[in-house]
T-cell receptor, first 112, second 115 residues
Framework: QKEVEQDPGPLSVPEGAIVSLNCTYS??????FMWYRQYSRKGPELLMY????GNKEDGRFTAQVDKSSKYISLFIRDSQPSDSATYLC????????????FGKGTSLLVTP | GAVVSQHPSRVICKSGTSVKIECRSL??????MFWYRQFPKQSLMLMAT?????????EQGVEKDKFLINHASLTLSTLTVTSAHPEDSSFYIC???????????FGAGTRLSVL
């Protein structure tokens, strides 16, 4: 079983919709949770970073971590065509040198 | 956020040649740099972790003699793909982490095509 599971999609939504992206993980030792956005043929760009459980909001983006169910989410409000990209969740812990464990990535398409 | 510069962005080479990819942290000193490989529509696969001044730690299944990593300074790491073959064609991405933060900042990636 992969340590981080993520539905690859593709997910297609109309402009203005609320987008919900999710990942599950298996290792309860993970302490750090991140969401990266990757445009085609580019490196990943950090969107959200969370330590332990809880919510974090930044503009139109909200990240949620539920360690009890090993579930992490990213919500995008008022989605825009420019949000079309692949979204990668990632986890890490200090015991493994903070190496990132990535999900497969979810491809999102926001249509005008 | 911190900036990581990766160069070149695109390489096309003949089979049997070696290719060097540079990864620089522009505005911070990176204690640790990571090298990833990504195939189309796949996630990033960690190849190796390098700490400045010490030998890289390679992930299982990654040939260290094939993928030479040098992290000679706190701002520069290089990946050399030696005697490249078509199966080495991929998207290679580096990232850097600086002491005191657990976040990795990524370069823009290098697309390698071996003919």
């Amino acid at each position: 079983q992969k340590e981080v599971e993520q539905d690859p999609g593709p997910l297609s939504v109309p402009e203005g919709a609320i987008v919900s992206l999710n990942c599950t993980y298996s290792n309860s030792a993970f302490q750090y949770f991140m969401w990266y956005r990757q445009y085609s043929r580019k490196g990943p760009e950090l969107l959200m970073y969370t330590y332990s459980s809880g919510n974090k909001e930044d503009g139109r983006f909200t990240a949620q971590v539920d360690k009890s169910s090993k579930y992490i989410s990213l919500f995008i409000r008022d989605s825009q065509p420019s949000d079309s990209a692949t979204y990668l969740c990632a986890t890490a812990n200090s015991n493994s040198g903070y190496a990132l464990n990535f999900g497969k990535g979810t491809s999102l398409l926001v249509t005008p | 956020g911190a900036v990581v510069s990766q160069h070149p962005s695109r390489v096309i080479c003949k089979s049997g040649t070696s290719v060097k990819i540079e990864c620089r942290s522009l505005d911070f000193q990176a204690t640790t740099m990571f090298w990833y490989r990504q195939f189309p529509k796949q996630s990033l696969m960690l190849m190796a972790t390098s700490n400045e001044g010490s030998k890289a730690t390679y992930e299982q299944g990654v040939e260290k003699d094939k993928f030479l990593i040098n992290h000679a300074s706190l701002t520069l790491s290089t990946l050399t793909v030696t005697s490249a073959h078509p199966e080495d064609s991929s998207f290679y991405i580096c990232s850097a982490r600086f002491q005191g933060e657990n976040i990795q900042y990524f370069g823009a990636g290098t697309r390698l095509s071996v003919l």
